[in-house]
């Protein structure tokens, strides 16, 4: 079981270009999140999705745009990239359901735009 | 709103030399209190939930204990393996679980 995997492992961009960071995973997990870390910052939400078909923001998602189109996938599109989209994103998943549940994370990619 | 600090930022420790992390929190109500390990270059890894004050979990030389203003991560022991950033995330009743709100983390060095 892989769980979750995201691609690519990293990419550099110009500013201004569009991207699409993939997320995938098997757990069938009907939750799934982007996040994007950066230094001193912490991890901060930028989309989330509770189930397929539906998509919601989270604290940061301006410039951003995400799709559910089934359980597994998890595209993030970033339209126009800009510098300050540069940094690490990690797509997660969880089951949800009970009071609270679990998240679980992929192994990360790697953005820089210049 | 609901908050997470952790402290210290980064502690160094000798092998073998047991120490605690801390992560305190201000929530609404608790629903959960999540630990996870994180090591350079990759992606946090899952180590406990926590649910009410009182409660503890132990996973090998780490133990989590919970009250109703903080969480303690106690390492007994430590080896360099050990040595990753450890990150607590609070889940509380106001939302869903999108509602997860991170610590900056401790970064922990172990020296042989």
């Known amino acids: ?114 | 709103e609901d908050q997470v600090t952790q402290s210290p930022e980064a502690l160094r420790l000798q092998e073998g030399e047991s120490s605690s992390l801390n992560c305190s929190y201000t929530v609404s109500g608790l629903r959960g209190l999540f630990w996870y390990r994180q090591d350079p270059g990759k992606g946090p890894e899952f180590l406990f939930t926590l649910y009410s004050a009182g409660e503890e979990k132990e996973k090998e030389r780490l133990k989590a204990t919970l009250t109703k203003k903080e969480s303690f991560l106690h390492i007994t022991a430590p080896k360099p393996e050990d040595s990753a950033t450890y990150l607590c995330a609070v889940h509380g009743t106001q939302g869903g679980s999108e509602k997860l709100v991170f610590g900056k983390g401790t970064k922990l060095t172990v020296n042989p």
């Not at chain 1, 769980?3 to 550099?12: D, E, L, N, R, V």
């Not at chain 1, 901060?44 to 996938?73: C, F, M, Q, W």
């Not at chain 1, 940094?87 to 735009?113: E, I, K, M, W």
């Open chain 1, 1 to 114: 079981i892989a769980g979750i995997t995201q691609a690519p492992t990293s990419q550099i961009l110009a500013a201004g270009r569009r991207m699409t960071l993939r997320c995938t995973q098997d757990m069938r997990h009907n939750a799934m999140y982007w996040y994007r870390q950066d230094l001193g910052l912490g991890l901060r939400l930028i989309h989330y999705s509770n189930t397929a078909g539906t998509t919601g923001k989270g604290e940061v998602p301006d410039g951003y745009s995400v799709s559910r189109a089934n359980t597994d996938d998890f595209p993030l599109t970033l339209a126009s990239a800009v510098p300050s989209q540069t940094s690490v994103y990690f797509c997660a998943s969880s089951q949800r359901g009970g009071n609270t549940d679990t998240q679980y994370f992929g192994p990360g990619t790697r953005l820089t735009v210049l």
